[in-house]
């Protein structure tokens, strides 16, 4: 699944007290350090879609417990 920091955002404020920013940083961080999401930038430069590389789908499943 594919998704952009606004759509994590409007997800996420449903549930908890945070920022815009804060996701986005997070994101980053998750992105950039931890190297487990394929980023892909749209051609209009806007928001990039962010996807969970596959080889850590089930890790990261099993560690939320949603399998």
């Known amino acids: 699944r594919t998704l952009t920091i606004p759509q994590i955002y409007e997800t996420l404020r449903m549930q908890f007290a945070i ?22 930038r749209n051609a209009e430069g806007t928001n990039s879609v962010y996807e969970l590389k596959e080889q850590y789908v089930d890790l990261v499943a099993k560690i939320l417990g949603t399998t």
Not at 19 to 40: D, E, K, N, Q
């Open 19 to 40: 920022t815009y920013h804060s996701i986005a940083s997070m994101v980053g961080i998750i992105a950039s350090r931890i190297g487990i999401l394929h980023v892909r």
